[in-house]
């Protein structure tokens, strides 16, 4: 599909700035980059596109997966999950 890489690039650029504006160790929600993209009434149709971005992230070791503090694997984990970069301040 010729809109998936832009829409692709479009999610990595949103979750990439959500991140920036947090403190070390601070997380995000992933309806957080969907609504950047979409706004609030279209960021539903989204999350798919910014969980799979978010698992090709946590992946090349740019972010980690968390749920209830704890880092998780996105392929396994069910329910709501946060966002955050590794290294200090992220344990």
């Known amino acids: 599909m010729a809109d998936e890489a832009p829409a692709r690039d479009a999610a ?17 929600c992933p309806s ?3 609504r950047r993209l979409g706004g ?7 999350m ?3 969980r799979d971005v978010a ?3 946590a992946t090349r070791g740019e972010l980690e997966v968390t749920q ?3 880092v998780v694997d996105l392929d396994e984990v069910r329910g709501p999950i946060r966002l955050r970069r ?3 301040g992220s344990a």
Not at 40 to 46: H, Y
Request: aromatic share 2%; no cysteine.
């Open 12 to 28: 990595e650029r949103a979750i990439d700035e959500l991140l920036a504006d947090r403190a070390p160790g601070k997380t995000i």
């Open 40 to 46: 609030d009434e279209g960021f539903r149709p989204l």
């Open 86 to 88: 590794p290294g200090p």
């Open 68 to 70: 209830g503090g704890e």
């Open 32 to 34: 957080e980059a969907a």
């Open 55 to 57: 698992r090709e992230m």
């Open 48 to 50: 798919p596109l910014v």
